[in-house]
């Protein structure tokens, strides 16, 4: 009999999962509580650091799950432990007891009007990464003027904020915060772009060559210091207040725009599914790993395993390496239980 | 103006959206690596008159985009060129003042 496996969550790590697992010949199964496959990245325009298109990419991983059962705008109910392994109920009334189950919930983005300084729904022209992403998407957005004249990223939005609860950094806002300058100064050249940033985390491969191109091609200055209020102005610009902690002065500035880059957060939604799985929560508010180091794939429980963002701040591809080596760590799991 | 027997201090705050940058600006055009300066400060560290001028090459480079006085910081300088061998940029330190002397001009 063919083994059953459970993926919950269809992003990016869920997708990948799921095709390593079907091509290893078990019965794969792919629960997503939205209306649509790709997860986060689904929405994104261009993903850095080689700026390809999303929609192409999601396209194709989507056509590598054929023979995978797909289980859209679907929950898991309920999970037990049996003798076979788990037994899951889910939101359409479909039982499965599966041998292996891959949590691949992804995260949060962190709700950015709860930083209510920043003006998020208060002010006409405060906008976050993910509304950015929408509109270079196709999206109308009243909220971007037809030529900005200046416009500006606020770095860390809820990251590295422990009164937001939140200690951990975002990872990939950094970056996201230059790639979004950059394009938003291609599109409007006369534009001065400013990015507001604490300390610039460019760990990646190639993410510090964005940093100097940002710099010596297009000329985005870069401010050290935290924003601290925003504000409109008689004539319904924004007002911009920080400390430029390089030189020790408060400084301001009006902009036409304010792109807001909200940090990804843990997802509340996966709780429950960790109260009835009897997984462990870690400090941070993500599910916890076995360990950090070389078991971060692993559970605290045989036969779940973890992949992508759900156990912390990832980039596409730690997110898709680390699906592939759950594949593989299930497989071997279950050659060791057969 | 009356006097009221008090002054209002002056505010320190750099305002960008009216600051004039045009030295800057100027400055860019001449030595566009100038741009790249990540501000680590390597150039002030190693200033042969730094410790005793104050003077520092990250400090003149931010100064002008933030409005503040150089002027005494550039003259200070004796043209060494150990700012340009630490520059782990490559920005060509010295070719930066020497333009900049000329803006100043
Ligand atoms: C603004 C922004 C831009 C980014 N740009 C880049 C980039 O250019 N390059 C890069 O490398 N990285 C980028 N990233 C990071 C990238 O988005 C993540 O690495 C990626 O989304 C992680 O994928 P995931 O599948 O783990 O999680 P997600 O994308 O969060 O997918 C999780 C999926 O699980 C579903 N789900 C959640 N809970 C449940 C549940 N209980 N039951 C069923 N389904 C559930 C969700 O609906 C979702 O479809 C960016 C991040 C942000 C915030
Ligand atoms: S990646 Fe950069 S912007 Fe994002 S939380 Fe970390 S330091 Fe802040």
């Not at chain 1, 416009?151 to 860390?156: K, P, Q």
Request: hydrophobic share 40%; proline share 2%; net charge neutral.
């Amino acid at each position: 009999m063919k083994q059953n496996i459970v993926i919950i969550g269809g992003g990016i790590a869920g997708l990948e999962a799921a095709k390593q697992i079907h091509n290893l010949g078990y019965q794969t199964f792919l629960v997503e509580k939205s209306d649509h496959l790709g997860g986060h990245v689904a929405s994104w325009h261009r993903l850095f650091p080689d700026m390809i298109a999303t929609k192409p990419l999601i396209k194709d991983m989507i056509s590598a799950i054929k023979g995978v059962t797909v289980f859209l705008e679907t929950q898991v109910n309920d999970v037990e432990g049996v003798r076979e392994g788990y037994r899951l109920s889910l939101s359409n009334g479909i039982n499965i007891t599966a041998q292996a189950v891959l949590v691949a919930s992804g995260f949060q983005l962190f709700e950015a009007q709860r930083k209510e300084e920043y003006g998020y729904g208060i002010y006409d022209h405060v906008i976050t990464n993910a509304d950015l992403e929408a509109w270079m998407n196709g999206n109308k957005d009243q909220r971007i003027p037809a030529a900005p004249k200046a416009i500006g990223f606020v770095h860390c939005v809820g990251s590295r904020d422990l009164k937001a609860g939140n200690s951990q950094c975002s990872k990939v806002c950094c970056m996201t915060a230059i790639k979004q300058a950059i394009e938003m100064k291609e599109r409007f050249p006369n534009a001065e772009v400013y990015c507001f940033y604490m300390d610039l985390r460019l760990f990646g491969k190639k993410y510090e060559d964005f940093y100097i191109n940002a710099q010596r091609d297009f000329g985005i200055h870069f401010v050290r210091g935290r924003v601290s209020e925003v504000s409109e102005t008689i004539d319904g610009r924004l007002q911009v207040k920080a400390e430029d902690t390089l030189i020790g002065r408060p400084l301001k500035v009006q902009l036409d725009t304010l792109v807001l880059m909200s940090g990804m957060c843990c997802n509340p939604l996966i709780q429950k599914l960790a109260e009835q799985a009897r997984l462990e929560i870690d400090s941070d508010g993500f599910l916890k790993s076995r360990d950090n180091i070389t078991n971060i794939i692993e559970s605290g429980r045989e036969g779940i395993f973890f992949a992508g963002a759900c156990t912390g701040t990832k980039t596409v591809p730690e997110t898709v390496a680390e699906a592939r080596a759950a594949a593989l760590s299930i497989h071997n799991y279950l050659l060791q239980n057969d | 103006m009356i006097d009221f027997g008090f002054t209002l201090s002056k505010s320190s705050t750099v305002d960008l959206t009216t600051l004039d940058r045009s030295r800057y600006d100027q400055l860019i055009k001449l030595v566009p690596t100038a741009r790249m300066c990540m501000n680590c400060g390597s150039c002030g560290a190693t200033c042969t008159v730094g410790e005793y001028k104050g003077m520092s090459v990250r400090k003149v480079l931010y100064g002008i985009q933030r409005g503040e006085d150089v002027k005494a910081m550039l003259s200070s300088c004796m043209l060494c060129g150990k700012c340009t061998m630490v520059c782990p940029r490559g920005i060509n330190t010295r070719n930066l003042i020497l333009n900049l002397c000329k803006i100043y001009d």
